[in-house]
Every structure is written in C-alpha cells, then in structure tokens.
C-alpha cells in the first residue's frame, strides 16, 4: 500500500494528516447530530470527552485507511 506524506492542492502542499484530520471532523459533526437527534447523548456521562474519544478514533481510523 502506497501512503503519501504530502498531498498537493492546486500546488499547495497540505500534510496528509490535516486531511484526516478534516474528515474525523466531519464525520464527527455527523455522528453529533444523529445522536442528538435520537437524544442519545443522555446515555452518557461526559458527552464532551465521548466526542473527544471518538474524534481521537476517527483520526486513527483514517490514518488507517487512507
């Protein structure tokens, strides 16, 4: 498997990592508003550290990935 260290954006180089990093939000900012909209964030002590845990996930899930 083939990883690149630095992408290029219309000759901006932008680190691999800051692209990760983007889609773990995104896909965090998703995941918030589906559990708040089925209010399953009652289920949970500390919803902050949960989303801070889950976005650490994400990261390493896409750095995985991609």
Not at 20 to 40: E, G, P
Request: hydrophobic fraction near 70%.
């Amino acid at each position: 498997m083939v990883t690149t260290q630095v992408v290029d954006l219309d000759g901006v180089l932008v680190s691999a990592f800051v692209i990760n990093l983007a889609l773990a939000l995104l896909t965090l900012a998703v995941l918030r508003w589906i559990l708040a909209w089925f209010d399953l964030w009652r289920f949970v002590w500390d919803p902050p550290l949960a989303q801070f845990g889950i976005l650490i996930c994400l990261i390493g899930l896409y750095t995985l990935i991609l």
